[in-house]
């Protein structure tokens, strides 16, 4: 069974949740968490900020899907992807006057440690959707990432699948790919 969610839906399970070192709580709707990766839906305030230089031990991926978030001098506006890899550096994180709208992707806890990381900065992959893309054995794969687009649309064996729409703006989560509008950013959860 796939579990389809509005992303601009009534009845969302919205909680303010105070991310560390910041200037105070974003809006957060946890879609989904396995193990200890997790995706949400993530609003950021307008003047939400977070000055301070630190980074997260997991990878983070991102998609914004409103208004506009720059981390480290970087702006990431409507239709950006992001892939910020393991102990990527982040300073003077700001969402944009009208806010930021994402939704976000762990690979394990996002637990904030404050300062540099250890050894060199990774590289961070980001651009429009569509440029993040790429066909890999006939899947479409984010650059830097794992996630892909399973085709046909149907059932998918060896675990569960989480799509998310840009163009309907839903997201979901389940044993089959549900029939939405593309491009679609997949990625496969592994059964335990």
């Known amino acids: 069974m796939t579990r389809v969610v509005d992303l601009d839906g009534p009845g ?3 909680r303010e949740v105070v991310m560390p070192a910041s200037s105070g ?3 957060l709707v946890r879609l989904h ?3 200890e990766a997790s995706v949400s839906l993530v609003r950021f305030p307008a003047g939400w900020s977070r000055p301070d230089t630190g980074h997260y031990p997991c990878a983070e991926e991102f998609v914004v899907l409103d208004g506009l ?3 480290s001098g970087t702006d990431f506006p409507a239709g950006t992807y992001a892939y910020l890899p393991p102990s990527t550096p982040r300073t003077a994180s700001v969402a944009g006057p009208g806010g930021c ?4 992707w762990f690979s394990g806890p996002p637990a904030w440690k404050d300062g540099l990381p250890d050894g060199p900065a990774p590289r961070v992959v980001h651009g ?4 993040a893309l790429r066909v890999e054995d006939d899947v479409i794969r984010a650059r830097g990432s794992a996630s892909g687009v399973p ?4 059932l998918v064996s060896g675990g569960d699948v989480e799509v998310l729409s840009l163009t309907a703006r839903t997201w979901a989560y389940g044993s089959g790919v549900p029939d939405l509008p593309g491009p679609l950013l997949t990625r496969f959860w592994p059964t335990a």
Not at 101 to 104: F, G, H, K
Not at 151 to 154: F, K, V
């Open 12 to 14: 969302l399970d919205w």
């Open 25 to 27: 709580p974003v809006r």
């Open 33 to 35: 968490a396995a193990g």
């Open 69 to 71: 978030i720059s981390v």
């Open 101 to 104: 709208l994402a939704v976000a």
């Open 128 to 131: 429009p959707v569509a440029e």
């Open 151 to 154: 085709e046909p649309r149907g």
